[in-house]
C-alpha cells in the first residue's frame, strides 16, 4: 500500500544582514545631515531679507546700502543709552539692518552701563563722553564719531496756543536714525572734512555768533567745516574751497569782488547766496541775472488774521500784514527737496522773490531748479509799507508780483539730462531770505529750514548719496470700529465661541455613549 503524502518541502531560511542594514542607515543619516548642513550653509551666505513692516520701518535707502557696499575696513558701533529713551528700539533695530546690508565689516555692540558698568567705564575712559548720555559711537580706521539721540529724532512741538499757556509736551514725530548715522559715515569713511567758506565784510551775521549755533552744529554731523573769507583780502578763490556761502549781505560787493565770484563759478564753483530783502546789492543781482536769477526788490506779503500777545500776555487774534512768508517745498526733481517736497511751513522775517530767466537755459546750458515757492495767498509787494499806520496793505496789479512765487532756485551749468553720467558743472542756489540759517528760523520752520540748507550744501558738494533720506514717521494705529461691528464681535465672544465649544463636547459625548 503506498501512501500519497509528499513529504514537506525544506523551510527556507532568511539570513538578516544586521551589519549591511545598519551601514545602510548609516549612510542615509550622512547624506540627510550633509545636505542639511549644506541647504543651512547656503542660506546662511545667500538669504534674502525682506520687510513686511508696515511703512517699510526698517528698509534701508539705496544711498546707506552703497555706503556699506564700499567700506574698506570693518567698523564699530556700540549704542550706549543711560537713560530711558523711546527711540532705543529702533536704534537697536537699525544697526542690525547695517550689519545685515554691510557683508560682516559692521559690527553692533549694546552696552546697559547700569548692567556692565566695568565696559562702560572702559568705554567712557576710551571716548571721553559722559556717563549720562545716549549715544551712539561709531569707530572706524582709528577715527570715531558720536551720534547723539536727540539728533535721530524729530519732534513735532505743540501749537502756538499750547505754547503760550505753557502747556503740551514735545511728541515724537519721527525717527531719523538713517539719515543721523549714515551721515556720520561719510565724515568718518572722506577723513578730511569738506571746506567751505563763509563770505564776510558787508555786514553779514558772524559765524561763529550765537545766531548759527544750530547751523554750525548741522555743519559738523556732515563732515562740513565752514571758515570766513573777506574777497579783498585774497587774489583768488582758495584751491581748498569747496563751496562758498554769502549770507545776508547789508552792503554790496565791489567789482573785484564780483570778479572773483565769477572765476570761481566759471571754474565749476559752488555758491550758495542768501539775499538781504531789507537792501539792494545792485552788483550782486546783476550777477545773479545772468545766470538766470533776477532778485525782485520786493517783500512777499498777505493780509490776514495771525496770532499775537498783548500787553498783558494773552494769546489773542489780530488782523493786519503777515510778513513771514508761508513757502511750500517744490519737485525739484533732485535730492534736496527729496524728503521735504510737499511740506509748508514759514520762513523767518522778509523775503523777497526771484524771478527765472528761462531764454538764459538753452544757449548757456543752463538748468534752473524750483526748490521753494510762496502759497497762492501771497503776493510780492513792491511798494511796502513801514507801519500799520500809513495805508493798508493791498495788491497792485500793475506793479506787484501775483503769487505763487518763486523763493528759492538751484542753477546747474554744463549737466547733461541723464542723471547716470556724471560731469563737472557750476552748482548754485540763491534764497530770497537772509534768517533761513538762524537758529529763530530753524525753530518757526519746525527743523525745515536746516534740513534744505543741509540738503542744498551736500548737493553742492556732489554729496548727494546721504541726502533724500527721509525719516522714519511714527504713526499711531488706531482701531475704529462703528457699532454695528463691535455688536458682531461682541456676538461672536459671547455666543458664536462658546456655542461652538459646546456643539463639540456634546458630539465627543455622544460618541463615547455609542
Known amino acids: 500500500m503506498t501512501s500519497n503524502l509528499t513529504p514537506n518541502p525544506k523551510t527556507k531560511v532568511v539570513t538578516i544582514k544586521r551589519f549591511q542594514i545598519g551601514l545602510n542607515v548609516l549612510i542615509q543619516l550622512l547624506v540627510v545631515a550633509v545636505i542639511v548642513v549644506l541647504v543651512n550653509y547656503l542660506s546662511f551666505r545667500h538669504f534674502k531679507r525682506w520687510d513686511f513692516s508696515r511703512d517699510q520701518k526698517y528698509a534701508l535707502s539705496s544711498q546707506t546700502r552703497n ?5 574698506q575696513k570693518p567698523l564699530r558701533a556700540v549704542i550706549f543709552f543711560s537713560g530711558a529713551s523711546e527711540i532705543a528700539p529702533d536704534v537697536a533695530a537699525l544697526l542690525r539692518e547695517y550689519e545685515f546690508a554691510s557683508d560682516k565689516k559692521f559690527s553692533t555692540e549694546i552696552v546697559d552701563p547700569f548692567r556692565n558698568l566695568t565696559r562702560a567705564q572702559e568705554l567712557q575712559a576710551k571716548y571721553k563722553f559722559g556717563a549720562n548720555e545716549n549715544i551712539v559711537i561709531l569707530d572706524y580706521d582709528g577715527r570715531n564719531k558720536f551720534v547723539n539721540a536727540a539728533d535721530m529724532a524729530e519732534y513735532e512741538q505743540p501749537d502756538q496756543m499750547a505754547m503760550m499757556m505753557g502747556q503740551g509736551q514735545p511728541r515724537l514725530k519721527g525717527f531719523k536714525g538713517e539719515q543721523a548715522i549714515t551721515s556720520a559715515l561719510v565724515e568718518l569713511t572722506e577723513g578730511k572734512p569738506n571746506k567751505i ?4 565784510g558787508h555786514g553779514e551775521p558772524e559765524l ?19 571758515a570766513p573769507l573777506n574777497l579783498l583780502n585774497v587774489n583768488s578763490i582758495p584751491e581748498d574751497a569747496r563751496a562758498l556761502l554769502i549770507c545776508g549781505p547789508k552792503y554790496d560787493l565791489s567789482e573785484l569782488e564780483i570778479k572773483l565770484l565769477s572765476d570761481h563759478w566759471e571754474k565749476n564753483g559752488r555758491i550758495l547766496v542768501l539775499l538781504n530783502p531789507f537792501v539792494r546789492t545792485p552788483r550782486l543781482a546783476q550777477w545773479l541775472s545772468q545766470n538766470g536769477v533776477t532778485p525782485q526788490d520786493d517783500r512777499v506779503i498777505r493780509v490776514g488774521k495771525f496770532l499775537s500777545m498783548d500787553s498783558d500776555g494773552t494769546p489773542q487774534v489780530k488782523s493786519g500784514v503777515i510778513s513771514q512768508a508761508a513757502f511750500v517745498v517744490a519737485n525739484s526733481g533732485t535730492n534736496i527737496t527729496k524728503d521735504l517736497m510737499g511740506t ?6 522778509v523775503t523777497q522773490s526771484l524771478a527765472l530767466d528761462k531764454t538764459k537755459e538753452a544757449p548757456g ?3 534752473l531748479i524750483p526748490l521753494l515757492e510762496s502759497a497762492e495767498e501771497f503776493w510780492g509787494e513792491t511798494d511796502p509799507v513801514t507801519t500799520e499806520d500809513e495805508r493798508p496793505a493791498f495788491f497792485d496789479a500793475k506793479k506787484d508780483h501775483m503769487g505763487p512765487l518763486t523763493l528759492a532756485v538751484a542753477v546747474e551749468r554744463g549737466g547733461v539730462a541723464d542723471s547716470r553720467v556724471k560731469v563737472d558743472t557750476s552748482r548754485l542756489i540763491v534764497v530770497g531770505n537772509a534768517d533761513l540759517l538762524s537758529n529763530n528760523g530753524y525753530r518757526l520752520s519746525e527743523g525745515v529750514s536746516m534740513d534744505l540748507t543741509v540738503n542744498a550744501l551736500n548737493w553742492l558738494l556732489d554729496r548727494e548719496q546721504i541726502i533724500g533720506i527721509p525719516p522714519k514717521e511714527k504713526k499711531s494705529i488706531a482701531l475704529s470700529l462703528d457699532e454695528k461691528q463691535l455688536r458682531n464681535i461682541a456676538l461672536a465672544v459671547m455666543a458664536l465661541v462658546p456655542g461652538i ?5 456634546v458630539l465627543n459625548w455622544w460618541q463615547r455613549r455609542a
Open 208 to 226: 561763529t555768533g550765537q545766531d548759527l549755533t544750530v547751523f554750525n552744529e548741522s555743519l559738523k554731523r556732515q563732515n562740513i567745516q565752514a
Open 501 to 505: 465649544v459646546a456643539v463639540l463636547g
Open 67 to 71: 555706503l556699506l557696499g564700499s567700506l
Open 197 to 200: 567758506y563763509f563770505v564776510s
Open 365 to 367: 546750458k543752463i538748468r
Open 344 to 349: 509748508s511751513k514759514q520762513l523767518l522775517g
